[in-house]
């Protein structure tokens, strides 16, 4: 229901008295008063003794996964383990209703949360789905007045849930909103101007509305405590003086990323304010303003050199390549560069890859080819994860890399744990080498764009290449595949894929044989994304030993019948069976278009929408 994340060190502002620590050594006896009218010791209740002990034990015990196994043990142990808890994590926000939430942990100072599906970022899940914030911030409104981090994924939040965060939790210093909406900048502004003690405010991919509201100048005057400070995805202008203020009375921030209305001459402007940053996405990475006759252009070169900390660099909205140099100061010291915004070649990332010899994290644009791929390999040795986007994601498209830069990354950079590769086209035998090269891959994400693509060397399907990933990574959780995929792809994932907790299928098998294979043969599969297969009812019904192990299922435009579905719903009453319809489907058709399935302590939600069924 509820996983552990790690513990927070600070503790500035306590639980009510009733649920303060005591120190060990008043828990170790009991005192009474005697007849004669001395006070007298007597042991505590052995019961008590091995809680406190346990008490203190559990609060070194970061692991999540580690804390829900200590609370099964016993009564005892679920009690102690759910009072010890600091930091809560909900995989999916219709597991667990918030007032059963609230009642277990009380003593919950961080909440992570998540709600939509993954797929509902490709425009598979209609709007207005589901997945608000409200319920949730009005109970722990009232139970955890002392909640200090809130951290949702996919969740729909509005600007009164903002104002309910900065109004009901004093002490609030931690928000983060990835890939969430709802909201709009005139929240912002109530949320940032109640927040006197915030300290990071972190918007990720996330839709903005522009209330044309000046949110920037609502922070509250005086020294700052904020550490970061992301707002990339906020489409709009921002009022730069208010901002470049606040970044010189925030001596303690080391994350900023600006968006893409904040030119290279402002980002210069706030680099030599802040030049303790460790983390920076750059705006938009060209000039706005324009200069006059006698302007001198700033020292962009000086200005990054002087930001001595800084290890992580991203952002290159709208790049102007003249202007790259200006980074090289810095690229020995990087250990994450984000290019996924630049349209560079690969003449100009050469310059800049070939002294990031201490780069971990590298994420970039096809553009810079094969060439640029070859570069990569030839200097990042230290590489731990690689993401290669499209610049054109249309399926006929010619992608500019190919298994040969794929290949390439294999042979480079043998310490790589996680990789996401969109291309055209790719081979086997480049597969089966990235599987021998890297064999501490934890997640590869192969997406070829076109639909059944084969080896296009062989013109055979690509079960080998994908086999070949899941025999030899034997680490691998996390698993994308893509191409002309045969039900063999799927026995080999069944045979050997034993530690693969997600799965991600599109376009891909022969016949229900390669779901009947995944689902009773991977053991610790917990979230599994089905699109496009031709799968049916009864690929459906070979998972029922396994569905309340998983946290979801997601099947779209697979071969599905509410007949089928309807099977599942009765034979599992603890999960939740959601058959989702667009506007413009057939209501009476029998085929399902969308299926959403995960298990929940509390039943079918309450707040579903119109074009949701639950069976």
Not at 172 to 181: G, I, P, W
């Amino acid at each position: 229901m509820a996983e552990q994340m790690s513990d927070d060190d600070e503790r500035q502002q306590s639980p009510p008295s009733d649920l303060d620590f005591t120190s060990n050594r008043a828990r170790t006896c009991i005192v009474t008063g005697s007849v004669s009218g001395h006070t007298e010791f007597q042991s505590p209740y052995p019961d008590q003794v091995l809680e406190n002990v346990l008490e203190n034990v559990l609060h070194f015990l970061t692991s999540r996964r580690d804390r829900n196994s200590a609370s099964l043990v016993c009564k005892s142990w679920y009690r102690v383990e759910a009072l010890t808890r600091s930091e809560l994590f909900i995989g999916n926000c219709y597991a667990v209703s918030p007032g059963r939430a609230t009642a277990r942990f009380t003593r919950v100072r961080a909440l992570h949360l998540k709600g939509r599906p993954r797929f509902a970022d490709f425009n598979l899940m209609p709007p207005d789905w589901g997945a608000h914030f409200n319920p949730w911030v009005l109970a722990f409104a009232k139970a955890c007045p002392w909640l200090e981090k809130v951290y949702l994924k996919r969740m729909s939040v509005t600007d009164d849930d903002l104002a309910t965060l900065a109004e009901s939790f004093l002490g609030f210093k931690e928000l983060v909103l990835v890939c969430c909406d709802g909201f709009g900048t005139s929240g912002l502004a109530i949320f940032v101007s109640k927040c006197r003690q915030l300290k990071v405010l972190d918007l990720i991919e996330s839709e903005v509305s522009d209330d044309e509201t000046d949110w920037v100048s609502c922070f509250p005057e005086g020294e700052s405590h904020l550490e970061s400070l992301i707002f990339d995805c906020v489409e709009c202008p921002i009022n730069f003086e208010a901002l470049e203020r606040l970044v010189a009375r925030s001596s303690s921030l080391k994350k900023l990323s600006l968006n893409r209305y904040v030119s290279i001459g402002q980002l210069y402007r706030l680099m030599v304010q802040a030049p303790q940053l460790t983390h920076l996405g750059t705006g938009s990475f060209s000039p706005t303003e324009i200069a006059g006759q006698g302007d001198q252009e700033p020292d962009y070169v000086t200005a990054f050199a002087a930001c001595k900390s800084l290890v992580c660099l991203s952002g290159f909205r709208e790049i102007i390549p003249d202007f790259l140099p200006a980074i090289y100061p810095i690229c020995a010291n990087l250990t994450s560069l984000n290019f996924s915004y630049a349209n560079i070649t690969a003449e100009q990332l050469k310059p800049i890859i070939s002294n990031c010899h201490k780069l971990q994290v590298f994420w970039v644009l096809d553009s810079i080819c094969d060439e640029g791929l070859q570069a990569v390999a030839a200097t990042c040795k230290e590489l731990r994860e690689l993401r290669v986007f499209p610049v054109d994601a249309r399926e006929d498209s010619d992608g500019p890399v190919s298994e040969v830069g794929f290949q390439a990354i294999s042979e480079g950079c043998r310490k790589l744990q996680s990789i996401l590769y969109f291309c055209q086209r790719m081979t086997n035998a480049a597969v089966i080498a990235m599987s021998r090269n890297c064999p501490d891959l934890v997640v590869f994400r192969l997406c070829i764009m076109g639909r059944h693509r084969p080896d296009h060397v062989t013109g055979e399907p690509m079960d080998d290449g994908f086999g070949a990933i899941v025999m030899n990574c034997k680490k691998l959780t996390r698993l994308a595949v893509s191409g002309l995929l045969t039900d063999k792809a799927f026995d080999y994932i069944g045979r050997y894929g034993k530690l693969v907790r997600t799965l991600s299928v599109a376009f891909a098998g022969d016949s229900d044989m390669a779901l009947k294979y995944v689902l009773e043969g991977c053991p610790q599969l917990q979230k599994l994304e089905i699109r496009d297969s031709p799968f049916g009812d009864a690929a459906l019904c070979s998972g029922l030993h396994h569905y309340y192990n998983m946290r979801f299922l997601w099947m779209s435009s697979c071969r599905l019948t509410h007949q089928g579905c309807q099977q599942i719903a009765r034979a599992m009453p603890r999960l939740v069976v959601e058959v989702i319809r667009f506007a413009d489907e057939e209501e009476m058709d029998d085929c399902v278009q969308t299926l959403y399935m995960y298990r929940s302590l509390e039943g079918p939600r309450n707040d579903a929408p119109k074009f949701v069924t639950i069976l």
